[in-house]
C-alpha cells in the first residue's frame, strides 16, 4: 500500500466507527490480525466481536477522528469516543492508534489511551481509586473479555 491508499484504507474504517458499520469495520481487519489496547489483547475474529458488542451496548455514541499520519503500510490516527458507559456514566476516551497493515488489511492496530482517567469515568468511585493499579486493569480486562463472549484464555497477562 502506498501511503496515500493507508489514508484511504484508515478513512473508510474510522468512517464505519463513526456509523457504528461493525462489519465495514470487521472485514478491514486480516484474519490473522491482532489488536491491543488497555483492557484487550485479541486476535482474528474476536476483534469484530469486540467492535459488535462495544458498538452494540454504547448510548450516545459519537467520536471524532484525525489521521496524523499515512505512510506506506502503516498509519496514526487519533481519536476520541464519547458515550455513556452503562447507560449512564458519561465518558470520553481520548485514543491514539498505530494501525499496521499487508495486503490492504488491518494485521496490528495498537490502541492507547489513559486507562485510570477512563475507568474514573465508566467506573465512577471504584475506578478512580484503583484505576492505576495493574490487578484492577486485569480484573476489569477479565470482565470485559467474558461480556463479550471471551473466554479467559488469551486474555490480559
Known amino acids: 500500500m502506498t501511503g496515500e491508499q493507508t489514508r484511504t484504507a484508515l478513512a473508510r474504517f474510522y468512517e464505519a466507527l ?16 491482532a489488536f491491543n489496547d488497555p483492557v484487550f489483547r485479541l486476535r482474528g475474529p474476536e476483534i469484530g466481536r469486540m467492535w459488535q458488542a462495544l458498538l452494540g451496548r454504547a448510548r450516545e455514541f459519537s467520536v471524532d477522528w484525525e489521521i ?31 494501525v499496521r497493515f499487508r495486503d490492504g488489511l488491518i494485521v496490528q492496530q495498537t490502541d492507547r489511551f489513559d486507562f485510570p482517567r477512563w475507568a474514573g469515568q465508566a467506573l465512577g468511585a471504584p475506578g478512580r481509586m484503583l484505576g492505576r493499579f495493574e490487578w484492577f486493569r486485569r480484573s476489569v480486562a477479565r470482565r470485559a473479555r467474558r461480556g463479550i463472549g471471551l473466554r479467559e484464555a488469551g486474555s490480559v497477562n
Open 68 to 98: 496524523r499520519s499515512a505512510e506506506p503500510d502503516r498509519g496514526e490516527v487519533a481519536w476520541t469516543a464519547r458515550y455513556l458507559f452503562g447507560g449512564k456514566r458519561p465518558v470520553v476516551n481520548v485514543i491514539e492508534s498505530d
Open 18 to 33: 463513526a456509523r457504528r458499520d461493525v462489519d465495514t469495520m470487521a472485514a478491514a481487519y486480516a484474519m490473522d490480525a
